[in-house]
């Protein structure tokens, strides 16, 4: 009887065990996580937090669940040691739990700002249920609001501002958010978004220092000394991955922790899943990171077959996807938007806009604003790997259409 | 104001079809999804519908009637 161990228990780590019981109905699993409750939707903590979604729905697996499947779960447990040679996990309670293969779906936890102050009350990071309870609370109370972080996590704190009716002040370091993957048109149309809530964009600015009084946040000063009061802050700087427990074993990582495109990391035995991995990216034909929900899902599950049939049997193959709904249009970015050598975009209206990423003349990603009718088109593209970059006119159509593209060149 | 949005099921073998209805408030013991959860199939025809009101099926999508998709606005699915 294999025993597989699994440490975290957020959807990657829970869908291996999932598809781990289905795949060997003799085994022993057993998930271990730190967090005080099962398996809940991390994708929908923020609509909790912004006050519109109860609790209840938020949970995705009961502790019956785990028992049902005969999973053992070890909640509120620290993950503090792993032995490769002795093929055995230490946790915080000195507990030793042996295991023939490891699953590490451990993700990631929000850095925070090296400024001072940056732990003081009203100042909030979000990862976890438990943040978005205390968001939530916070928000309610407050009446002014400071937001660091211009990127996809940072935009959700000026979402929570905007429903909680806080006066959001969005500090971002350069002329717009997310300006990896947005120039200033499409950029503009998100931040007219944020003002329609109430959260006002602040451009080449930051935090360079909290004001707190009674250690209770009072005002963010940015690099220029200015001065913005505040009672709620929300801090999205980026995500540092869980892998301190890990300590010196040789296992290979690259800020995050590299695996193949079957999850398999350099150790034998031991596997990784989720946003803690740098994989091998069969459509980009490179290691890439994803942070999405539905790719740690199926990186959790392609881990448990492999890891199962004790063999490469399934790759990872995958597009992600990441919404944002905060606002009036919609928002959708897909694949690798910021990675590439080449790039088409352009604005439709003032709340649509579109931008493709190539690598070596095929579709690596992008990003659509308003207007998501071509984003199932876009991703085709991506998974046949078509050289498709000469013909940026196609598909910058408002409406594109697969068959105006030249057919594809025999190899 | 109220949405709906009709999604024929023409072919599917439960022969059902389904609506969208905006909702405000979610009942706590509602199923929730977030869009980014809908598969690529469904999320299409999702938001086709949302657009353009224009009849879909619903064939191979996996939406459940009384689920509630979160979007940019809160949506239940309802059978007709
Ligand atoms: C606020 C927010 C909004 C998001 N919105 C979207 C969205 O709209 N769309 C989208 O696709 N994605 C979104 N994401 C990203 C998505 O939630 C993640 O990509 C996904 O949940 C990652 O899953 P995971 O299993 O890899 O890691 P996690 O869900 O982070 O799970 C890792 C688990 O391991 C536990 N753990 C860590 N270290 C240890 C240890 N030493 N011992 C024991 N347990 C440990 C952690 O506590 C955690 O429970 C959002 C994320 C957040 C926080």
Redesign the pocket.
């Known amino acids: 009887m294999t025993e597989y161990v699994i440490?975290?228990?957020?959807?990657?780590?829970?869908s291996a065990a999932e598809t781990l019981r289905e795949e060997d109905p003799e085994s022993s699993i057993t998930v271990?996580?730190?967090?005080g409750e099962a398996l809940y939707n991390?994708?929908l903590?923020?609509e909790h937090a912004k006050g519109k979604l109860p609790e209840a729905p938020i949970s995705i697996h009961e502790e019956d669940w785990y028992a049902e499947r005969d999973i053992e779960l070890s909640l509120n447990?620290?993950?503090?040691g792993v032995d490769t040679d002795e093929k055995v996990v230490h946790t915080h309670e000195g507990d030793e739990i042996g295991y023939d293969k490891l699953l590490i779906?451990?993700?990631?936890?929000p850095t925070q700002l090296p400024v001072d102050d940056s732990d003081a009350e009203g100042i909030h990071h979000?990862?976890?249920f438990q943040d978005?309870r205390k968001i939530r609370e916070s928000a309610e109370a407050a009446e002014k609001g400071v937001i660091v972080g211009a990127g996809?996590?940072g935009i959700?704190f000026a979402a929570v501002c905007g429903a909680q009716g806080v006066e959001g002040k969005y500090l971002m370091r350069g002329d717009r958010w997310w300006r990896y993957a947005l120039s200033s048109e499409g950029a503009e149309i998100m931040h007219e978004g944020m003002r329609e809530v109430g959260v006002e964009p602040v451009f080449d600015s930051g935090v360079d220092r909290f004001e707190t009084d009674d250690g209770q946040v009072v005002a963010a000063i940015d690099p220029d000394g200015e001065r913005h009061e505040c009672d709620f802050a929300g801090v999205a700087i980026g995500l540092t991955f869980?892998t301190?427990?890990l300590g010196d074993i040789d296992l290979e990582q690259d800020n995050g922790i590299v695996v193949d495109q079957y999850m398999q990391t350099n150790l034998e035995d031991v596997y990784a899943?989720?946003?803690?991995t740098r994989f091998y990216d069969v459509l980009l034909g490179e290691q890439a990171q994803?942070?999405?929900?539905?790719?740690?899902k199926e990186?959790?599950r392609i881990a448990g077959v492999n890891m199962a049939a004790d063999d490469e049997a399934e790759e990872f193959e995958w597009v992600?996807?990441?919404?944002?709904?905060h606002f009036d249009f919609p928002f959708l970015s897909f694949g690798h938007p910021t990675l590439g050598d080449d790039h088409a975009e352009r604005k439709y209206s003032d709340t649509e806009w579109r931008r493709i990423a190539f690598k070596d003349g095929k579709v690596v990603g992008g990003v659509l604003i308003g207007d998501l009718a071509p984003q199932s088109k876009l991703k085709q593209l991506m998974r046949e790997q078509r050289d498709v970059a000469d013909q940026k006119e196609v598909l910058l159509e408002e409406t594109v259409d697969l068959d105006d593209l030249a057919p594809p060149q025999e190899q | 104001m109220l949405l709906l949005v009709i999604l024929m099921a023409t072919t599917t073998s439960a022969g059902r079809s389904l609506t969208l209805r905006r909702v405000d408030t979610v009942a706590p013991n509602a199923a929730v999804r977030?869009i980014?959860q809908l598969d690529d199939r469904t999320l299409e025809r999702f938001y086709a519908a949302l657009e353009g009101g224009r009849q879909l099926t619903a064939t191979g999508t996996d939406l459940e009637p009384g689920t509630v998709i979160v979007a940019t606005d809160y949506y239940r699915v309802e059978a007709v």
């Open positions: 440490i975290g228990d957020g959807i990657s780590g829970s271990i996580t730190d967090e991390r994708i903590i923020k447990t620290h993950v503090t779906a451990t993700g990631g936890t979000f990862w976890t978005a996809l996590l959700d869980n301190e427990y899943a989720g946003d803690i994803n942070g999405s929900w539905g790719s740690a990186q959790g992600s996807s990441y919404s944002i709904t | 977030h980014d």
